[in-house]
């Protein structure tokens, strides 16, 4: 789905974002740490993979291969959870298996995605034209990806309307902003670089709320995405003090106060 913004809609019981602009390579320079051990749900056998006898799932070792494989181009949907200990795998019961395999087929976790002999920390799964369901056991592993895309966004979009302009040195966006933001995730937002204005050398970029949430499944454009979608807030960039700050218009969107942290 072509555009330049980010979707993003949270299920706060299972730390679950569904996002839509959010890249591989947002996730892999925004988490704290890139995991060491992949086991793949969806996967075709490569020089870099190796099949776990015990659940005939394929299996990636090494930082260096786990960046170059999310970062690649793939026939398959990329679905994948980290695991802590080479023998966590042997461990795993036949209905645990039936649960990663149901994971895989279906997209969505039976009782959870989180589990005691893997410790992984992420469960990872690519949908169709660009979605993504990634779980976090700490949620708050989120916060630095988002800032990571923000400001990949922001820069695509500068580089657009100024052809010929330097490279837009962006500060970090406070840690702040990045909270309230995501307090309003429970019903889906959009941040529209694609509808950024300029004023007085301020980037104003809209943030919209999802108005009708459970027709996620059935958006294939961008213009069906913001048609569910209404205006609520705005974060602003200027360029002169490189500060960041967000203006909302309607606050009873961002009024549930969550423990995100």
Do not use: C
Request: glycine content about 4%; hydrophobic content about 40%; charged content about 20%.
């Amino acid at each position: 789905m072509r555009g330049n913004f980010i979707y993003l809609n949270l299920e706060p019981v299972t730390n679950m974002i569904y996002s839509l602009g959010i890249s591989p390579a947002d996730f892999l320079n925004g988490v704290p740490a890139i995991p060491d051990q992949l086991l793949l749900l969806s996967a075709e056998a490569d020089n870099d993979t190796e099949i776990n006898p015990h659940t005939r799932f394929l299996t990636l070792i090494g930082q260096t291969q786990i960046r170059r494989y999310l970062l690649g181009k793939h026939d398959r949907p990329v679905k994948w959870l980290d695991y802590t200990h080479g023998d966590d795998l042997d461990f795993l019961l036949p209905n645990e298996i039936a649960e990663l395999l149901y994971l895989a087929h279906m997209d969505t976790h039976i009782r959870t995605p989180f589990y005691a002999k893997l410790q992984n920390d992420y469960a990872y799964l690519s949908l169709r034209d660009g979605f993504y369901k990634i779980y976090y056991r700490h949620l708050n592993s989120f916060d630095h990806i988002l800032e990571v895309s923000i400001k990949r966004h922001l820069r695509a979009m500068h580089n657009n309307r100024w052809v010929f302009a330097r490279p837009l040195a962006i500060s970090d966006v406070p840690h702040e902003i990045l909270l309230q933001l995501i307090q309003g995730l429970a019903d889906g937002m959009i941040i529209a670089f694609d509808q950024l204005v300029e004023r007085h050398r301020i980037y104003v970029i809209p943030i919209r709320a999802i108005t009708h949430p459970e027709r996620q499944g059935t958006w294939y454009s961008q213009e069906e995405v913001y048609a569910d979608s209404r205006e609520v807030a705005s974060l602003r960039y200027d360029l002169a003090t490189r500060e960041w700050a967000l203006s909302i218009h309607d606050n009873q969107v961002f009024s549930d106060v969550m423990d995100l942290i």
